[in-house]
């Protein structure tokens, strides 16, 4: 049974799985909203894990707990340990193995990658949540990123995630299609 299918009725981002997923395989970037509590964090990484065969897909999270809390929250969703298909690497924490095909990153280790190889070499995708959080190093490793796909890396996918952005300005900035999953507002 696929993530999606076992979480379908229990969380809103079910319903677009399938969309963020056809958008990748036909759009470089893609820009994705759904309200606080709805899965995007959790449910749609392991989603998009299901439908690119190989490499890793690394997912900016802004703040520390947070990056921490999400990859914990989708081992268990997996039925893992941290560490095992998903893991997280922050500053002077770092958990994740030799099968790790989700890490979940803050901005300043983010930004470490991409100097050290500006091609990503490995990486299928690169998921920017809580983008509406902005920050200077969000901006730049998502400028980076772009700058790396449009010149090295045309495979390379990006989503950027948000609850409440101008959705409007990035599509446009972007050249994304914008899926947006509806629904009630969860407790987080």
């Known amino acids: 049974m696929s993530i999606v299918e076992e979480y379908a009725g229990k969380l809103p981002v079910a319903g677009i799985a399938a969309s963020v997923n056809e958008s990748l395989a036909e759009n ?29 897909i690394i997912m900016l999270e802004p703040r520390r707990p947070a990056a921490r809390q999400i990859a914990v929250r989708m081992a268990q969703m997996l039925g893992e340990t ?16 030799k099968n790790t095909r989700i890490e979940v990153v803050t901005e300043g280790i983010m930004e470490r990658m991409l100097i050290e190889d500006p091609t990503l070499d490995g990486v299928a995708a690169v998921i920017f949540d809580e983008f509406h ?11 980076l990123t772009l700058e790396g ?26 050249s994304a299609p914008l899926i947006e999953a509806e629904g009630d507002m969860f407790p987080v």
């Open 82 to 97: 941290v560490g095992e298909t998903v893991g997280y690497r922050m500053r002077f924490e770092s958990k994740v193995g």
């Open 28 to 56: 470089p970037c893609v820009v994705v909203t759904a309200p606080p509590g709805s899965g995007k964090s959790t449910m749609l990484p392991l989603s998009v894990l299901e439908a690119i065969p190989e490499g890793k």
């Open 133 to 143: 959080e902005r920050s200077l190093t969000a901006d730049l490793t998502l400028a």
């Open 149 to 174: 796909q449009n010149l090295l890396r045309d495979d390379l996918k990006i989503v950027v995630m948000s609850a409440t952005i101008n959705t409007a300005e990035l599509c446009a900035a972007l």
